[in-house]
C-alpha cells in the first residue's frame, strides 16, 4: 500500500536555526514528489517538485533532495513568516495525477 | 498569477441536506481534483476528472458525492446527503497535462454538517 510519512510532526525553531524535515515514502512506482506549504484554514501552496533520486531544488531558505525512500526539506536560517505546516505527497506512475499526502510537519519559527 | 477560486469560502448545512461546492480551475487546465481534509488529518484525495469523465475515485467517493463540469469552467462536487462526517475542508486543485510545476489548489471550502 502507498504510504507517506512525515517526521516530526511539529518543530519549533528560532529564527535562524537551520533544520530538516522528513518525508518518507513507499509507492509502487514513483512519478513524482511534491513539497507543499499550507497556512492555516488555506490551500496547500506548491514548492517543489522532484522526479529522481539524487535531485535537488531550492526556493530561497528552502532546498528539496530526493532519495529512493525519502525526501528531506531543509530550511536555512528561516524566520518567522516561514512557520506553516509542510506537507510532501507522491504521485504514483499513473495517469490520473492522485496524489498521497503525508500527515504534515508544522514549523514554528520564533523571533 | 492564475488561481483556482473555490465558492463558498464557508458553508454550513443540515444533516441530510444537499450542498454543492464550486470550483473554477486555471483556464488551460486539463485535469481536475477534489480532496478533503478534515480537521487535523491528512490531505485525501477524493476524485480526479479528465476529459469530461471521472478518472479515478477513492472509497470515499461514495454513490452521495458526484462531479460535473457543467459549462466548461465550473468544476463541482455536489454531496447528495451530508452526514456529521462530511464536515471538512473541500480543495479543489488543477493541473496542466503533464504537471511538472505542480497542482495548484485552491484556498477551500469549508463545510460543517450540523
Known amino acids: 500500500e502507498d504510504q507517506v510519512t512525515q517526521s516530526p510532526e511539529a518543530l519549533r525553531l528560532q529564527e535562524g536555526e537551520s533544520s530538516s524535515l522528513n518525508c518518507s515514502y513507499t509507492?509502487?512506482?514513483?512519478?513524482?514528489l511534491f513539497w507543499y506549504r499550507q497556512d492555516p484554514g488555506k490551500g496547500p501552496e506548491f514548492l517543489f517538485t522532484l522526479y529522481s533520486a539524487g535531485e535537488e531544488k531550492e526556493k530561497e531558505r528552502l532546498k528539496a533532495t530526493l532519495t529512493k525512500k525519502e525526501s528531506f526539506l531543509h530550511i536555512t536560517a528561516p524566520k518567522p513568516e516561514d512557520s506553516a505546516t509542510y506537507l510532501c505527497a507522491v504521485q504514483r506512475s499513473s495517469n490520473t495525477g492522485k496524489l498521497i499526502f503525508g500527515q504534515g510537519t508544522t514549523l514554528q519559527v520564533k523571533p | 498569477e492564475p488561481e483556482v477560486t473555490q465558492t463558498p469560502s464557508h458553508q454550513v448545512t443540515q444533516m441530510g441536506q444537499e450542498v454543492i461546492l464550486r470550483c473554477v480551475p486555471i483556464s488551460n487546465h486539463l485535469y481536475f481534483y477534489w480532496y478533503r481534509q478534515i480537521l487535523g488529518q491528512k490531505v485525501e484525495f477524493l476524485v480526479s476528472?479528465?476529459?469530461?469523465?471521472?478518472?479515478?475515485k477513492s472509497e470515499i467517493f461514495d454513490d452521495q458525492f458526484s462531479v460535473e463540469r457543467p459549462d466548461g469552467s465550473n468544476f463541482t462536487l455536489k454531496i447528495r446527503s451530508t452526514k456529521l462526517e462530511d464536515s471538512a475542508m473541500y480543495f479543489c486543485a488543477s493541473r496542466r497535462q503533464g504537471g511538472g510545476d505542480g497542482y495548484t489548489f485552491g484556498s477551500g471550502t469549508r463545510l460543517t454538517v450540523v
Open positions: 476528472f479528465y476529459n469530461n469523465e471521472i478518472s479515478e
Open positions: 509507492v509502487s512506482g514513483l512519478r513524482g
